[in-house]
Structure formats: C-alpha cells, structure tokens
C-alpha cells in the first residue's frame, strides 16, 4: 500500500516557478516509479512527468520539456517536479501516481496503482 501527498501547488505569475512534492508513505515506495498528470478544468487529465524507480529514467510531455524537471529522493520517500517558465496554459491541478514494480511507468494513466489528492497550480498571465 502506498498512499501520496502532494504539496507546493499556489499561484505565480507567467515566467515564474513553483517546486512541487509528493511524499510518500509505504516501506515499498523505493520500488515504485512516479509520476505527474494534470486536469484543467473541463479537460480530460494528462501525463506531465514520470521517473523510473531508480532515478534513471524520466520521460516529460513535449510541452513542458526544458521547463519541468521530474526527481526524486528515495531517502525522504519524495518525488518532486520543479516547474520553471511557468505558462498560463499549466494551470491545473496536479496530481502524483505510482506505479508498482518493476517501476518503469510512462504515460499511461492505467499503469498508476496510487493517486494522491492533488494541487492546485494557477499561472497568471
């Protein structure tokens, strides 16, 4: 059982930068892979980030490529995506997933076993 909390979600200004976290709890969170999705409003919800169970791999949307950056801490049982050159049209609501071993997700929503609650990310223009 893992169980996901997002945090770090707020308003900035177009240009700016948010770091969101998802900590996590479960003694098997380290074999897990991570991601981000989100869901503006009256939109279907879309894969931002994933990242392997290692760290190794990290796979991004096209849009957010350059911009977002996936990591993660084992050790503090975090996944964060650090949001840089924020857009109006990354307005959403975030949420991290995790997807069981062997930890190896992509984009694929039903891949992701655990969602958390999300956060809200407003980008304004």
């Known amino acids: 059982q893992v169980q996901l909390v997002e945090s770090g979600g707020g308003l900035v200004q177009a240009g700016g930068s948010l770091r969101l976290s998802c900590a996590a709890s479960?003694?098997?969170?380290?074999?897990?892979?991570m991601g981000w999705f989100r869901q503006a409003p009256g939109k279907e919800r879309e894969f931002v980030a994933a990242?392997?169970?290692?760290?190794?791999?990290?796979y991004y949307r096209n849009s957010v490529k350059g911009r977002f950056t996936i990591s993660r801490d084992s050790a503090k049982n975090t996944v964060y995506l650090q949001m840089n050159s924020l857009k109006p049209e990354d307005t959403a609501v975030y949420t991290c997933?995790?997807?069981?071993?062997?930890?190896?997700?992509?984009?694929?929503?039903?891949?992701?076993?655990?969602w958390g609650q999300g956060t809200q990310v407003t980008v304004s223009s």
């Open positions: 997933g995790a997807c069981p071993p062997p930890g190896y997700c992509s984009g694929s929503l039903g891949e992701y076993d655990y």
């Open positions: 990242i392997s169970w290692s760290g190794g791999s990290t």
């Open positions: 479960g003694r098997t969170f380290s074999r897990y892979g």
